[in-house]
């Protein structure tokens, strides 16, 4: 059975970091490219990040480039998601999810959320 385990949220002043963390299980992890997405109350769902299986390419959300970064440990079945310089306007539950930049209804799999709350 395909689990995917989010945690790691909080809530930080802007500014702040946090490292989210992605424990996957049920499937072979290193066969599938990996994403972040979040939703956030009276917004539409938006993809953050995307890694490819191996993890040597990567690709980002334009507002989020440079202050967030996605990494996974196959070993590990692990995927993250380093938050640097939040912004309130990062307020959202994340979820990590199944497959490469995509529209809300094409991942097949999603984790339950971590929520990451950014405010002064």
């Known amino acids: 059975e395909v689990q995917l385990v989010d945690s790691g949220g909080g809530k930080v002043q802007p500014g702040g970091s946090l490292r989210l963390s992605c424990a996957a299980s049920g499937f072979t992890f290193s066969d599938y490219d990996m994403s972040w997405v979040r939703r956030a109350p009276g917004k539409a769902f938006e993809w953050v990040s995307s890694?490819?299986?191996?993890?040597?390419?990567?690709y980002y959300l334009d507002s989020v480039e440079g202050r967030f970064t996605i990494s996974r440990d196959n070993a590990k079945n692990t995927l993250f998601l380093q938050m640097d310089n939040l912004k309130p306007e990062d307020t959202a539950l994340y979820s990590c999810?199944?497959?490469?930049?995509?529209?809300?209804?094409?991942?097949?799999?999603w984790g339950q959320g971590t929520q990451v709350t950014v405010s002064s």
């Open positions: 890694i490819r299986t191996d993890g040597h390419s990567t």
């Open positions: 999810a199944r497959g490469w930049h995509s529209t809300e209804g094409s991942y097949d799999y």
